[in-house]
């Protein structure tokens, strides 16, 4: 209920939980005699599985990135001990250049550099901070997702319900833990009533109804008690379930970091500027051969001059159209005193 608490009141229902997730093909898996990727794997198997899957460096990457954003990155640099964005606290610490987030982030990048994590460019190119690379369906043997009420691919066994390995090319499983921190990212489906509704009490039961069916979503059903309800089960198959055992459980988990969605992180300029600046060092170092530490101090000279700034900006005031324009105005101002780069995309939310 916090994701749509806001003021001491509750704004919405949540219906679904969306975790990132990945997907393993069992096929490749089997071929290298690699242990299958179950629900709450190490990191260290990780790593295992894709230098088994890659034995020649001409094949291609076993493990295939989001298509949008970076939070792929930042769960593995979050397993591997490293964290640049701490999003526990208020304000967020951003620490790029700790050497404990340096030497994690340096070991995830370096898997793509050998290889064995396909890497695209993310957001280091500002111009095109919107365009996030590829969406196909990918054919390697991991790819990261997400279980979303629009996603499919979230349902791919047979009809009738038959969940088998032979049936399932990919079947889904958690992003690896480490010895330190687990990471995980989610959103929330939600339902909301019109504060015009003229009966909003028949609107509530009647959101009650279909929240309380779980057989008509493909996601995760937001209340624990239909996790495990026979609907589910019937609807979602076995493998989707214990993935959601899992997920639960790590949400539970006291060392679990839950990191912002990439739609919580847009919705919120400093959580998009911030990682902007991060994945542009990243971009740097993985495609462009440069300094990490140097792209690092950089990335993080940005995000702290900003924060500073923004510190300075009224806090939003929904009353009116010219009220919120104001609040919207104050943060591209900052941005554009930080980093004029920046100014193209600016000019275009802020006029």
Do not use: H
């Not at 001491?8 to 990132?20: L, N, Q």
């Not at 339902?191 to 929240?211: M, R």
């Not at 989707?240 to 060392?255: F, K, S, T, W």
């Not at 009224?314 to 104050?330: C, K, R, V, W």
């Amino acid at each position: 209920l916090t994701q749509v608490q806001r003021d001491g009141r509750i704004y919405a229902m949540p219906i679904t939980v969306e975790p990132d997730i990945m997907r393993y093909d069992v096929a490749q898996f089997n071929q290298v005699a690699a242990p299958l990727p179950f629900a709450g794997w190490t990191v260290d198997e990780f790593i295992n599985a894709v230098q088994l899957i890659k034995l020649d460096p001409e094949d291609p990457a076993p493990f295939v990135g989001s298509s949008t954003g970076g939070n792929d990155l930042l769960i593995l640099i979050a397993a591997f001990g490293g964290l640049p964005i701490d999003s526990r606290t208020d304000p967020v610490i951003y620490d790029f250049t700790n050497p404990a987030n340096v030497d994690a982030i340096r070991q995830v990048l370096d898997l793509a550099k050998d290889g064995y994590l396909r890497y695209d460019r993310r957001l280091g190119d500002i111009l095109n901070a919107f365009n996030f690379g590829n969406v196909e369906q990918p054919t390697s043997a991991l790819y990261a997702d997400t279980l979303s009420v629009l996603n499919f691919a979230a349902l791919s066994g047979s009809d009738d319900g038959d969940d088998s390995e032979e049936t399932n090319a990919y079947l889904p499983t958690t992003y690896p833990r480490g010895a330190q921190y687990s990471a995980g990212s989610y959103t929330i489906g939600t339902a909301y009533i019109s504060a015009n509704a003229q009966n909003p009490e028949a609107c509530y039961q009647w959101i009650s109804t279909f929240a309380n069916a779980p057989d008509l979503f493909t996601a995760m059903p937001a209340r624990r008690a239909l996790i495990n309800d026979p609907a589910t089960i019937a609807a979602q198959g076995e493998d989707l379930i214990a993935l959601y055992n899992e997920v639960d459980r790590i949400l539970q988990d006291p060392n679990t970091i839950i990191l912002p969605s990439l739609f919580d992180a847009a919705s919120a300029p400093q959580g998009f500027l911030a990682q902007l600046w991060l994945f542009q060092a990243f971009d740097t170092y993985v495609l462009d051969d440069g300094d990490l530490e140097a792209g690092l101090r950089d990335a993080q000279n940005y995000a702290i001059t900003f924060q500073d700034c923004i510190v300075t900006v009224p806090p939003l005031d929904n009353s009116s159209e010219e009220a919120q324009q104001a609040f919207i105005t104050g943060f591209a101002d900052c941005a554009r005193q930080v980093d004029p780069r920046l100014a193209p995309i600016l000019d275009l939310i802020s006029g």
